[in-house]
Structures are given as C-alpha cells and as structure tokens.
C-alpha cells in the first residue's frame, strides 16, 4: 500500500491542475449553494433574529424540536404524511409491473410507442398536473363527473373532500411517473441473457414462469435500490404537488411536514421552529435509508453502500 | 421458437392491456386538445369526450391577450436557456474530470457531491442564504443556484467513462495535449448525445419549476410561467361559482355565463401553450435519454 505524503499531492496537483480547474465552479456552487444551508441548519437550535443574524442569535438547544412535538397537529401531520407515502408505496410495483409487460413485446415497433406514449406525462409540470386534476373534478363541469354523470352516477365532490386527497395525490402521480419510472427495469432486463431465456423456455418453461424464475430475479438488485431510495423518503412528501391541491376544505388530510415548513417559515415568519421542522424530517429520512439498507443487505446483500 | 397456442393468448392479453394503458396516459392530454378548441358552453356541460364540439378559438384568443402570459413565457424561456448553460458549464466538464480514473482526489469530490443527495440544509435556511446574497426578488435567483443534480454528474462520468475509449487519450497525451485540449478536442466532440440528454433534463427541470419562483420572488414581472400558471389555474378557481350568486337580469347573466365558460376553456389552452413545447421537443430526444438513465442506472 502506498501512503501517500504531501510531496505527491503537490505533484499531483501540478501535473493535474486542469482536471482540478474543470471541476472546482462545479464545487464552489454546490458548496454555496447546498452546504452553506447545511451549516445554517443551526438556526433550528437558536432564536433566530434577522436584525442579530445567524451567529449573533441566542442558543435555545432542542426548544423548537419539543415545541414542534407537543404541536396539537403535530400526530395528524405525521399521520397525513405517512398515509401519502405508504399508499404510493403500495404502487411501487406497478412500474416493475409495466417493464415486464413491455419488454414481452415483440413487436418492437408497437413497444417503442407505447413506451414513447407513456414518457410523455413526465414531461408535463406540476402545476399542469394539478391544474388537470382540478379541471378534471370540477363538480358541475369536470370530465370526470361529467362521465359519471352520462353513465346515470351522481356528481361527487373530490377535490374539497379530505378522504379523497390521498388518492388523488398519489393515482395522478402514478399517471405522471408511471412510464419514467419503468425505464430503470427496462434497462435491467435488458441486460438478461437471451440464453438464460432460451434455455429456460427449451426446458418447458411458460412465458410467465420466464418471468417469474429468470426476470424477476435478474432484476431483483434493481428492485431493492429503488425501494431502499423510496423508503428513505416515507417522510418527504414532496411539497409543491401537496401546496398545489391544498384547499381549505381538504386541510385536515392535506397538511403534511413540508407544507407545514412552509406555513410557519415562509408564511409566518417563524424561522428557526420551521427550520428545526425540516432538519426532523431530513435526520428520520437519513435514518430510514441507512436502516432499510441494513435489512436489505442482510437479506438479499444488495445495498447502496 | 414457434409460437404455441398459450403464447398468442399470452400475447393478445399482453398487448391488449398495454393499448389500455396507453390510452389512460394519453386520453388526459388529448382531451386538453380538443376541449380547448371546442366551444366553451360543449365543454362545460359535458358534450366533448371524443372529437372536438363546435370548432372555437376564443379560449385561444383570450390567452393571446393576457400580458401575463406571454411575460411568463418570455421570462420562462430567459431562465430555461440561460439556466440551462449554467447548468452544464458546471456539469460537464466537472463529470469529464470526475470520469479519469487516475485523478488523485477522486473518491473525496465525488463524495463532496454524492452528500447533496442526502443532505440539505431545507427550506429555510436555503432561504435565508439567498436573502443574505441579495438574490430574494430578482430573476439572478432562478438561475444560479447548486447548478449540479449530482445524478446528472453521476450520468455524465458514467457516459465519458464507458463511451471514451482510454487508447484516444494516451494518443493525445503522447503528443502533447494537456487535459483541457483532450476535452474539448476529444471528449465534447464525442458526446452529442450525453449533452443532449443533459440539455433536455435540465431545460424540463427550469421549464416546469414554480418551487423556487414561488419561494424566491414575488414580483409579478419576474413571474416564471408555472407561476402564472397557478395564479390563472388554481387560485382563481371559482370562475363558475361567482355566477351563482349574481342576481342579475337574464341578459347580463347569458353574459356573465358566457364569459365564465370562455375563462374556463381558457385554461384547458393555456395548459396546451405551456406544456406543448416539452411534449413536442422530447420525442425527438428520446432515443438518447433512455440511453442515458441506463448508463447511469448499469453501476446501481
């Protein structure tokens, strides 16, 4: 092993300093822009004053972490964000789901644009997609009541019923991710060797057992470093989606951690309790992916480190 | 192999569920279409399903004469095109660099960027940085920022790694060219298709965003298209409603009726303005950017 001193690293660099050049805007930026925030987090453990500035504020310790737990709401916001994130949870197979389909098609013509179709509403923003949901729920205008209403069904009410914003929030993602999301296990099956295929199929196996005993296990590492990146954000809704279909009426199952964040940060002012908010969040995220991690490893010794 | 019975079933059912798919992935989009060149009052009582009722371009019309639109997309196309070289000034030569092998540091920067994808200081204090640089309320804010998704890094090195053949650069270096030289002489001309997939992620990225605009700047002639956008599609909801409580003569309520159908066609047409560029732009693009989230997905 060779350990190295000082010397080489002043060789290195001279003999390097383009490369080091090439990427430094790239590490000033990100520093500015993402670590200096990190640093700043401390706020969440001080009274933040703008008029005193970070380091002229006063240290209050876990204040703002205990007020946020004894919050009255502090139980239905968690309840709110975990039942968003469980129920997609519960549509995390569907993008393995389609993969499979697609990649038994043999027409490649016909793949291709089924494919190309179901990439296009990931190309659609937020705001549209809420905008469409909106349009579409309309009681006395929208499409989807006005289909129910041509197939003899009542007009209902969505958007401003809190029993329906979970659903909605989750099946028009489905809609917006569904087609990317496959690309990913596309590319996994691709890579299975068409003589595993053959030879499984000359030894009697039908289309669906292929599937069953030589696909899904093929793309099994893939499945679990997705689903391990998925449940390290079982605490982050994404907040402009939720901002987006939030109404008054809806509140009660429509508030979550990050819009939250935003009502007592942006909205009221209250900078260091919201901060102390956000930074909960990020460590139950941090420690979700680090334990999902270990029982993957444990289980099928794939992890992402 | 010859197809058996059991595998043109299978195949049948296969294709058949997937034209149902495509058709829940389209049907949504397309009935933006056609219910933003229907006539308004078809629209609202629920006569469009199929093919346009009643050719109107007045949804059309009004949107031509909302300011706030075109000054949205005008700023939008200013922060798409300019972020979007920002964007890859950053990304691409700092992917070139992370993708030689040889490079002493390597495993530290690349760790300095793979912590951004855990970490962050969250909104407030992302707020508050920007305060204290004096970006709050002026178009700067929408385009500086970190500048680098670190899985755009990781799909660019990945590309330079598996697509630049070592042997090109040992020539290059035996006669004398220095890193930047082999960059540009070597490395860009080479990677059409990495900087285009890079370009389309990012452009869509800055296209669609309304999070840093609605956090970041409140004056309205700086207001990117997404956030015009939410103003005319979702806080101003109750266009329909208002009527109802209007208790007008007949004559003035066919009016006022008829003004609100024409507000509600508009926003199926300005869905279409807003989203038409993207949905247009990314078929063309797309042979390359499936190839790039799977250059970038091999090492997962």
Not at chain 1, 283 to 301: D, Q, R, W, Y
Not at chain 2, 60 to 88: A, C, D, H, S
Not at chain 2, 92 to 107: D, Q, V
Request: hydrophobic residues 50%; proline residues 4%.
């Amino acid at each position: 092993m060779i350990i190295p001193r000082k010397k080489n690293y002043k060789k290195a660099f001279r003999r390097y300093w383009q490369l080091y050049l090439m990427v430094l805007p790239a590490i000033i930026a990100v520093f500015i822009f993402h670590y200096i925030p990190i640093y700043g987090v401390q706020i969440a453990f001080r009274d933040y004053r703008p008029s005193k500035g970070i380091w002229g504020s006063a240290w209050v310790g876990l204040k703002y972490f205990i007020r946020f737990v004894n919050y009255p709401n502090f139980w239905r916001i968690i309840k709110n964000t975990l039942s968003i994130t469980l129920y997609s949870l519960t549509t995390f197979p569907l993008a393995i789901i389609l993969a499979l389909m697609l990649n038994e098609v043999r027409n490649v013509k016909y793949k291709k644009f089924v494919q190309m179709v179901s990439y296009a509403p990931h190309f659609v923003s937020t705001v549209v997609v809420c905008s469409m949901v909106m349009l579409f729920t309309n009681y006395s205008n929208g499409l989807f009541n006005n289909i129910r209403a041509a197939l003899g069904m009542d007009r209902i009410d969505i958007i401003t019923n809190p029993d329906f914003f979970v659903p909605i929030h989750v099946w028009s993602g489905v809609w917006q991710g569904l087609g990317w999301g496959t690309i990913i296990y596309i590319a996994a099956l691709s890579s299975i060797s068409t003589e595993m295929i053959e030879a499984a199929r000359i030894d009697g196996a039908s289309r669906l057992q292929v599937i069953w005993y030589v696909n899904i296990p093929c793309i099994l590492p893939t499945v679990v470093i997705m689903l391990i990146l998925r449940m390290g954000n079982l605490l982050s809704v994404g907040f402009e989606k939720i901002f987006l279909l939030q109404n008054s009426l809806n509140i009660s199952a429509s508030r979550v951690i990050s819009t939250y964040v935003y009502e007592v940060g942006i909205g009221g002012g209250q900078y260091s309790y919201s901060a102390a908010i956000g930074l909960f969040n990020n460590v139950i995220s941090v420690i979700m992916v680090v334990f999902t991690n270990m029982i993957a490893k444990k289980i099928s010794n794939v992890g992402l480190w | 192999m010859p197809k058996s019975r059991t595998d043109r079933i299978f195949d049948t059912i296969n294709n058949l569920l997937l034209f149902l798919l495509t058709l829940a992935f389209i049907y949504p989009l397309y009935f933006i279409v056609i219910a933003s060149v229907s006539e308004p009052y078809a629209v609202a009582t629920g006569k469009v399903f199929y093919l346009p009722e009643g050719l109107s371009w007045d949804a059309y019309k009004n949107v031509f004469e909302n300011k706030q639109i075109w000054v949205g997309y005008r700023n939008t196309i200013f922060y798409t095109v300019l972020g979007t070289v920002y964007n890859l000034i950053l990304t691409i030569p700092a992917a070139y660099t992370l993708s030689k092998r040889k490079l002493p540091g390597r495993t530290i920067i690349m760790t300095f960027f793979f912590i951004t994808m855990y970490f962050g200081g969250g909104m407030i204090p992302a707020f508050l940085l920007r305060k204290s640089l004096n970006l709050i309320n002026t178009p700067w804010v929408l385009i500086i920022n970190s500048g680098v998704s670190c899985w755009n890094l990781i799909v660019t090195r990945q590309f330079f790694e598996n697509n630049i053949p070592d042997d090109l650069y040992e020539a290059a270096e035996i006669d004398g060219a220095s890193e930047l030289g082999m960059f540009f002489r070597i490395a860009l001309p080479l990677s059409g298709s990495i900087l285009a997939v890079m370009t389309l992620f990012y452009a869509v990225g800055h296209w669609n965003s309304y999070y840093s605009a609605l956090l970041y700047v409140n004056k309205q002639k700086y207001y990117p298209l997404q956030l015009v956008l939410r103003n005319i599609l979702i806080s101003n909801q109750n266009t329909m409603a208002t009527i109802d409580t209007l208790s007008i003569d007949a004559d003035a309520l066919a009016v006022a009726a008829q003004r609100a159908y024409i507000a509600e066609a508009m926003k199926y047409a300005v869905i279409f303005i807003a989203s038409a560029p993207l949905l247009i732009a990314y078929p063309f693009v797309q042979k390359y950017f499936v190839k790039g989230v799977m250059t970038g997905s091999i090492k997962g």
